[in-house]
């Protein structure tokens, strides 16, 4: 069993930028960011495959958004720039033992923290 805890969400002005976190109490090869917006279905934001490192990233959040993996603290991070009022969800981590690593397959969830983007 892997426990996640997400952190660094809040409300931001179009434009600025935030640093989630997601804690996790053990190790998973696969790990990923995903979003849902009320009214909207969940969407893979990105993921990181943990041995090397390989990212992946939704085209909505390219060139904005870098997952990377702190593998001596057991975090996942999650840096979003130049956000978007689009980019209004609630993050979660979630992490998975399943490859390879894609939208499916993901055996933990954290409880997700909320990203506020105003125009």
């Known amino acids: 069993q892997v426990q996640l805890v997400e952190s660094g969400g809040g409300s931001v002005q179009a434009g600025g930028s935030l640093r989630l976190s997601c804690a996790a109490s053990?190790?998973?090869?696969?790990m990923a960011w995903f979003r849902q917006a009320p009214g909207k279905e969940r969407e893979g934001v990105a993921r990181i495959y943990t041995p090397n490192g390989s990212p992946w990233y939704a085209d909505s959040v390219k060139g904005r958004f870098t997952i990377s993996r702190d593998n001596a603290k057991n975090t996942l991070y999650l840096e979003m720039n130049a956000l978007k009022p689009e980019d209004t969800a609630m993050y979660y981590c979630?992490?998975?033992?399943?490859?390879?690593?894609?939208?499916?397959?993901?055996?933990?969830w954290g409880q997700g923290t909320q990203v506020t983007v105003s125009s």
């Open positions: 979630a992490a998975g033992r399943n490859l390879p690593c894609g939208y499916f397959g993901y055996n933990y």
């Open positions: 053990g190790y998973s090869v696969c």
